[in-house]
């Protein structure tokens, strides 16, 4: 008795056969991608007109240059000269701060989030849940609607105009607290804690050595976005600080924004200033982003226990 066997189609059929299979697929696929490209194009364009404008004088900038193309002048070491030396200065001096607010306010909410956020997810202890939701209820109240109630409290115990005006109130991060909390309850393992505790390791040993490696994707996030936070704070230095040699660079350019759009005509010396400040005051944060990148790699404790 024999079979017949159905002929095996060509390689020519199977390629046709996939094509016409993969056809409607990448039509549909093509759809996410143009969003995609739209969505980058929306961000990326005001940072290419940033960096456009800081290499134009003053008549490139209110002359006839195209506003998305380089003038006839490149003038960015003209006005970053302009800009370190205009006041004595004070542009580096507000850069300065910008940079101790940040770095001594991330550090410090980051920490204190760490250590809240484990305690949440690893101990039970008497309110705890109230104390979650109380958490989590301060996660929705905008921070500028306690603007003024800290400024109160500030001034009683006269702290403002002070650094640590805009500090203490910096470290309070509740969602830097939730974060850590929710990773530190799905990403360390109970068993891996028990087993350190039966070794003879204390809690701060245990904390130190076993779940600080293990939340290191989250702590650098929360690193991230108190850093950037503290880095783009304005409404609360300028409720806290009147002198002018204590300001950021948030209230400093929106103080020459200020003086720039009271002169009328006769403040077009300041907008070059603005302009290539705001430049400069993003660098910080794309040399951290790209610095501390690396260290987001999920997953740290998969496959660690079986």
Known sequence: MTTLTA????????????????GPRKKLNLVPHLFLGVLILYFL??????????????????????????????????NLVSLVTYNDGIYLQWF?????????????????????????????????NFSMALLLGSVMVPL?????????????????????????????????????SVYASEGIADDMLDAARVDGAGEFRIFATVALPLM????????LL?????????FLPLAMLSSPKLFPITVGIGLWQGQASANNGGGESLWSLIIIGSLMSIV???????????????????????
Not at 153 to 174: C, D, E, F, Q, R
């Open 7 to 22: 002929p095996r189609p060509t390689v020519a059929a199977r390629r046709e056969r996939a094509a016409r299979a993969g």
């Open 45 to 78: 364009v005001p940072l290419w007109w940033l960096i456009v404008a800081s290499t134009k004088d003053v008549q490139g900038l209110f002359g006839g240059d195209s506003a998305l193309w380089f003038g006839k002048t490149f003038a960015f070491g003209e």
């Open 96 to 128: 300065g701060n910008s940079l101790f607010y940040a770095v001594a306010g991330g550090l410090g909410s980051t920490a204190l989030a760490v250590l809240a956020g484990y305690g949440f997810a690893k101990f039970r202890f008497a309110g705890r």
């Open 144 to 180: 500028t609607a306690l603007v003024i109630p800290t400024f109160v409290m500030m001034s009683s115990m006269s702290l403002t105009n002070t650094v640590w005006a805009v500090i203490l109130p910096s470290l309070l991060n509740p969602f830097g607290v939730y974060l850590m």
């Open 216 to 223: 290191r994707p989250a702590f650098v996030t929360v690193l």
């Open 226 to 234: 108190s850093i950037v936070s503290c880095w783009n704070n304005y």
């Open 284 to 306: 910080p944060l794309v040399i951290a982003f790209l610095s501390l990148q690396r260290y987001w790699q999920g997953g740290l404790s998969l496959g660690s226990l079986k």
